[in-house]
């Protein structure tokens, strides 16, 4: 993290800081174990800070911002960003095969939403009102939830060397928690196309219905389709959306409108997720759900009941790729 990043957050260089440059040889292994101390005080000071914000719930986003940024400062500058050794190798195992997938899967989520929104728009009446309306906002708390299984699922589990989801999928994870700003250098293509690929088969099975089933059937079901459909769309702009709570330069004010007033994932309250290591506040669609699953200790639940079950310790790999330095 730059020196005057730190200072403009409130953070203090501290009296062993050490400035940027070349070292003489022999002083290599000394500053390097120095270097190691530092990192595993803050992560565990992170820690500890972030069960004690969690506890009081007063404050939460303002606070974790600030352990976030003295988590930074007291950690060497090879654990975070594009010049991490692990956020390299994960970034080299980007390929063209995974490229064209992201291509097919957005090509063909957006040419299936045209076609659903066109064809719910025919058969909605002012009688499904209320019934859409609740269906929507159905369909976002769904959403909401689901990136948060997902994001739990892939940080907490699995490894990148797993056979076909680990390169594909496992790996941006990974790479996101090393290097959190990768993803603003990701183009639209990349940032969105496993999302899209993910809401293809529920796109598909509503277009098959418009096409085959009875205008008064479709009738019926229509508040239905639409909670499939806002579903489908929020989980679609998810990654996006995860994106823009990274981005803090060059917003559209309609997002930052939307961030601030907490329709759409905010910016600081995605902080509390970035502490090490990485536990909590998984929701990335909106957040509404990650302090009331937070509350009730649901992903330390399912953690303590996989780990008893299967002898796996959670986010093992996620810290293996984080502690690599060559």
Request: hydrophobic share 40%; aromatic share 12%.
């Amino acid at each position: 993290m730059p020196v005057a990043r730190a200072l403009a957050l409130g953070g203090s260089l501290g009296p062993g800081t050490l400035l940027r440059g070349p070292q003489p040889e022999a002083d290599a292994l000394p500053l390097a174990g120095a270097r190691e101390q530092r990192r595993g005080r803050a992560m565990a000071s992170g820690g500890a800070e972030r069960a004690r914000l969690q506890a009081s719930g007063a404050g939460t986003e303002l606070e974790a911002e600030a352990v976030y940024a003295q988590e930074e400062s007291e950690c060497s500058s090879r654990r975070w960003g594009a010049q991490h050794v692990g956020a390299r190798e994960l970034a080299e195992l980007y390929s063209p095969g995974k490229r064209l997938q992201e291509w097919i899967s957005v090509i063909l989520c957006f040419c299936l939403i045209s076609f659903n929104f066109y064809n719910l728009l025919s058969y909605l009446s002012l009688d499904h009102t209320l019934s859409v309306i609740v269906g929507i906002f159905a369909g976002v708390i769904t959403a909401d939830f689901l990136s948060g299984l997902v994001h739990w699922g892939a940080d907490t589990w699995g490894s990148v060397e797993l056979p076909i989801v680990g390169k594909a999928f496992i790996r941006p994870f990974r790479e996101h928690h090393i290097d959190p700003t990768a993803i603003t250098r990701h183009d639209f293509i990349e940032t969105n196309g496993d999302n899209c690929m993910m809401t293809l088969v529920p796109l598909a099975n509503m277009a098959y219905k418009f096409v085959s089933l009875s205008p008064e059937a479709l009738y019926q079901t229509c508040p239905w389709e639409c909670y499939v459909f806002a579903l489908a769309i929020f989980v679609t702009l998810t990654n996006q959306i995860h994106k823009w709570s990274h981005t803090y330069f060059g917003l559209p004010r309609w997002v930052i409108f939307l961030q601030d007033w907490h329709v759409i994932l905010p910016r600081k309250h995605h902080r509390i997720h970035h502490v090490s290591p990485h536990e909590t506040y998984f929701c990335i669609t909106t957040g509404w759900l990650n302090y009331p699953l937070e509350k009730i200790g649901f992903w330390r639940c399912l953690e303590n009941i996989i780990q008893g079950v299967t002898g796996e310790k959670p986010r093992a790999d996620d810290m293996k790729w984080a502690q690599k330095v060559k």
